[in-house]
């Protein structure tokens, strides 16, 4: 248990909705980092929070939106949804924005019919 | 960005051989981490390199990094079942931030 947990753990939706993952960092970690991975993509980085304010962006589309709130928990919004974001959605923590080693949560796993 | 590539995507191995792996790149990397994902499971962290021809040893596992930084290798003494999994190389970002970016991983599995 990496200490990071995320909800929920199983999502089915359909095409064209809007669904909010959480994720609740490791205690005392102010970074958090959410992943995509599909069987055709792999592990792609998304966006990264350090203490509430985005720190980093990566191949995460203008349909997602993240936040992180003040009491360090964070939100990956997804809207407009098409079948190609059936995906796993993990979550990572670390404590400071450069930290090596990320703990990564038990994911979430969408899918869109 | 820096990217990393990682062939083939799956090995199959009888319990008790060894198993290598590599890790590729074009250019010259600041550093390279290593990931162990167990089927179902989320990615663990096992090891960061960050010195030219560094070699850490993990048990069975050795670990290590290019002389020219541009490669890196896993290998795994005796085979067990317990080492069933996708095993991901991932370079850190050394700018503002700590993004990872992936290799495809490769998929280890194990014959008893």
């Known amino acids: 248990d990496s200490g990071v947990t995320q909800t929920p753990k199983h999502l089915i939706t359909a095409t064209g909705q809007r669904v909010t993952l959480r994720c609740s960092p490791r205690?005392?970690?102010?970074?958090v980092y959410w992943y995509q991975q599909s069987l055709d993509q792999g592990l792609q980085f998304l966006i990264q929070?350090?203490?509430?304010?985005?720190?980093a962006k990566g191949n995460i589309l203008e349909r997602f939106s993240a936040q992180q709130f003040p009491d360090l928990h964070s939100e990956l919004n997804l809207s407009s949804l098409e079948l190609g974001d059936s995906a796993l959605y993990f979550c990572?923590?670390?404590?400071?924005?450069?930290?090596?080693?990320?703990?990564f949560g038990p994911g979430t796993r969408l899918t869109v019919t | 960005g820096q990217q990393v590539m990682q062939i083939p995507q799956y090995q199959h191995v009888q319990e008790g051989e060894d198993f290598t792996t590599y890790c590729n790149s074009s250019?010259?990397?600041?550093?390279i981490q290593w990931y162990k994902q167990r089927p179902g499971g989320h990615p663990v962290f096992l090891i960061q390199?960050?010195?030219?021809?560094e070699v850490k040893k993990q048990k069975r596992l050795t670990f290590q990094f290019g002389e020219a930084k541009k490669n890196s290798s896993l290998h795994i003494t005796a085979t067990q079942t317990t080492d069933v999994g996708t095993y991901f190389c991932?370079?850190?970002?050394?700018?503002?931030?700590?993004?990872?970016?992936f290799g495809k991983g490769i998929t280890l599995s194990v014959r008893p």
């Open positions: 929070y350090y203490n509430g304010e985005e720190r």
């Open positions: 990572a923590s670390s404590l400071h924005d450069r930290d090596y080693e990320q703990y």
């Open positions: 991932a370079v850190r970002d050394t700018g503002a931030n700590s993004k990872l970016t």
């Open positions: 205690s005392g970690d102010l970074s």
């Open positions: 390199l960050v010195k030219s021809g």
């Open positions: 250019t010259t990397l600041s550093n």
